[in-house]
């Protein structure tokens, strides 16, 4: 059995550079971070909405009933699990840290709320109405964040170039 060469080793799951908070990550003159920064940060207020005091940890009456209806039952730990999910990937997309794994668990938490949004109004598109599409777009821009964060992994193990490095003929 021959070992791996450093080109052939498969992708690890998580590197050193997950982990760290980089200059880099908040260079505002590149548009990918104004969209992770972004998609972090709209985060937030879902998470303090769902409580009536934070300070308390008071959990909002409306909230669990929504999610009561929604089959999201006991309530209490559902929207607590949202909030608790819903902070810490939007503190890791802010960040930048393990970015790929956050951007795809924030779209997740979104199919979750488009799922209830569903199962407790029915069809309906526009977020004026109280639709799902302004978290279906989210969750789209989310799940884009991922794999461009994934092409960045996979592509130099791979041997070929980074993304948006175009190799030129001659």
Known sequence: MVPF???EKPAMLFTRDDFRIKAENFDLTRGANILRIAAGAFMFPH???KFSSLATLTLNKGTLGFFAKAGLVPAEFWV???AGSELAVGVFLVLGLC???AAVGA???LAVAVYALQVVKGFGWTWNTGGYEFPVFWALVCTAIAVEEWKKV???RAGRPAVGGA???V
């Open 99 to 101: 970015t790929r794994y």
């Open 80 to 82: 607590y699990l949202a």
């Open 5 to 7: 060469t450093q080109q």
């Open 154 to 156: 996979l592509a130099p």
């Open 47 to 49: 998470v303090l909405g």
């Open 167 to 169: 190799r030129l003929a």
């Open 107 to 109: 779209a997740a938490v």
